[in-house]
């Protein structure tokens, strides 16, 4: 980009600078700290950058332009200037009637796409009933245990007309299953049904443990979600391969990256083992990644992650079509990095956060409550959240020109630091014998626990600072609003499961648990059977105790 003669000037005048002023200056007053790093530890920060630092960026091969390879500056080429990103809020509450008002609220106030959480009993498989979902029926997300529950979610909300994402692994099939018979029952062609379900079960053995079954059967689970929604819900993303949670568990900006990436390889590659088509199933695949506080970095992540995939899918997997290798992703602002101290503090650090995000190029975004380190989010705590994204995109300026810090020499020198620090992971991960062997090695936990340990030795130390809880605190406590889920409610979500299991047809649900089990011992695909069991209202947890008994459960180790 510049004349050899001008970097080797910019190199000497830098040296000279570092010799004759920041230098002397740093010996007479010394730094902040004797080590700059990014978020995580990962990267060292250099006190100034210059054209010298990205002398080998090819702009053509390294950039592009907005829309095309290697998608570095976004993959669409209007971006923003065209259409705003997707605000997607998360929300789930209690029972599936108040998780209806709330996404009622949630569009009221101008969301653009709904994304829905599930309680811990419904992500495990289980019913509200069972004995293991005692205490957390509606405590972290809306309980689901029968399509009439997806009824009331739904009620009023036509699907035709609103995309939703539903964070939801190991019984992704059976929610996914619900939501094209919602479709069904309010006559929208499942073609046109849009919206994304996690499905991500890689990233459940390594960071949140919500898995039921084996690595093996729950790979053939997903491919069989592929070929189905290649099929019948073309506008369906088939699965959401997070580096969210990567990221909450501790790694580092290019471990979240690598992981990431290296479970979407574990992805395809059990595809194509399956007999399918890269072109026909690689553009359904999208990503789900964290927002943290370091909003150069951050951007930087998201830029080097989009020009890897593309790299990896085009030559590792020999993928032609175009939208086969752009990465489009979600993001939600940091969990971890919400504090119970001094909450108003969050709403500054998702509106970080949320630039990071926007800056970065992303198609859709959650923005956190304050109170979220506490509990569900309030109403009031939503629309601020809400609001952070909607003052973002019309009063900030941040979407008004696509990438907006590209050519920065700090930027992409950081880009490219992450792009090699997250290949060089990959390379190992290969010689490891791929993500799934890395994973049950636990090498991948390792890491990231390593990591996770240190950032909070730095904390205690005092030597990462958080504002509120180990600098600039304060004794008072005030008064918080709490969202809360009760007794009760818990006691009516499980009286509704109770009526429709005396309503409904017993012998019809039994002969689709029959089919289904006989589909889990051949090789056909198992979404139509778990179709028909949900239409006859078999519940998630009949659903997946056949696939249970037929398939076992993951045991860590073994």
């Known amino acids: 980009m510049f004349d050899p003669d001008d970097l080797e000037q910019i190199r000497e005048g830098k040296a000279e600078w570092e010799a004759d002023a920041y230098g002397p200056t740093v010996d007479r007053f010394g730094e902040r700290t004797d080590a700059f790093t990014t978020d995580t530890g990962g990267q060292e920060v250099d006190p100034l950058y210059t054209p010298a630092d990205v002398a080998d960026l090819d702009y053509g091969d390294d950039l592009g332009y907005p829309g095309r390879e290697p998608y570095t500056r976004g993959v669409y080429s209007t971006m923003y200037r065209g259409r705003l990103w997707t605000m997607r809020q998360y929300a789930g509450m209690g029972t599936a009637a ?12 101008g969301q653009t796409g709904l994304s829905m959480a599930f309680d811990l009993p419904t992500q495990m498989g289980y019913d509200s009933d069972a004995a293991m979902a005692a205490g957390e029926v509606g405590k972290s997300g809306v309980a689901i245990d029968t399509l009439r529950d997806m009824e009331t979610v739904f009620d009023g909300i036509p699907l035709d007309e609103v995309s939703t994402s539903m964070t939801i692994n190991a019984p992704a099939a059976i929610l996914l299953a619900m939501y094209v018979a919602i479709g069904d029952q309010q006559g929208v062609a499942r073609s046109e049904l849009r919206g994304t379900i996690q499905n991500d079960i890689m990233k459940e053995y ?17 491919t069989d979600i592929f070929e189905f929604c290649a099929e019948e ?4 993303n088939t699965i959401s391969i997070s580096g969210y949670h990567i990221r909450e568990a501790g790694s580092t900006a290019a471990q979240e990256i690598a992981f990431t990436l290296g479970n979407g390889i574990e992805y395809v590659e059990a595809a194509l083992d399956a007999g399918q088509d890269v072109d026909e199933f690689a553009p359904q695949l999208s990503f789900f990644f964290n927002a943290h506080n370091n909003i150069f970095e951050e951007v930087a992540k998201f830029r080097a992650a989009r020009r890897m995939w593309a790299e990896i899918m085009e030559e590792r997997f020999g993928a032609e ?17 919400l504090t119970a101290q001094q909450i ?16 970065g190029g992303t198609q859709s975004l959650h923005t956190n409550g304050k109170d979220e380190a506490l509990s569900l989010p309030t109403e009031k705590s939503v629309r601020t959240a809400l609001r952070t994204q909607q003052i973002l995109a019309h009063e900030s300026g941040a979407a008004d020109t696509i990438d907006p810090l590209a050519g920065s020499y700090y930027v992409e020198s950081l880009t490219d630091d992450l792009e090699a620090a997250a290949f060089d992971l990959l390379d190992e991960i290969d010689e490891r014998g791929g993500m799934l062997e890395a994973v049950k090695s636990q090498w991948v936990q390792g890491r990231i626990q390593d990591v996770a340990f240190d950032r909070q030795q730095e904390i205690e130390e005092g030597e990462r600072i958080i504002v509120g809880v180990n600098e600039h605190r304060v004794d008072e406590d ?70 249970r008994e037929e398939f076992g459960e993951y045991q860590p180790g073994r």
Do not use: C, W
Not at 206 to 215: G, M, T
Not at 346 to 358: E, G, M, S
Not at 486 to 503: F, K, M, N, P, Y
Not at 522 to 538: F, S, T
């Open 478 to 547: 005030p008064e918080v609003d709490l969202e809360e889920v009760t007794e009760e409610d818990e006691r009516r979500q499980i009286d509704g499961l109770e009526s429709v299991r005396a309503d409904r047809d017993d012998e019809a649900v039994e002969a689709t648990l029959a089919t289904l089990r006989e589909t889990a011992r051949g090789d056909d695909n198992l979404l139509p059977p778990i179709v028909d069991a949900v239409k006859a209202y078999a519940t998630v947890g009949e659903i997946a105790n056949v696939l």
């Open 206 to 222: 390594i960071a949140r443990n919500l898995y039921i079954y084996p690595p093996e059967p729950s790979m053939r689970l997903i």
């Open 233 to 236: 819900t073309p506008k369906f």
């Open 321 to 337: 079509n175009p939208k086969s290798k752009q990465l489009k992703f979600h993001t939600q602002t940091g969990g971890s990095t």
């Open 344 to 359: 108003d503090n969050n709403v500054v650090r998702v509106a970080y956060q949320a630039l990071a995000a926007v800056l």
């Open 98 to 109: 108040e998780t209806n008002e709330r996404f009622n609220y949630l569009l009221d106030e």
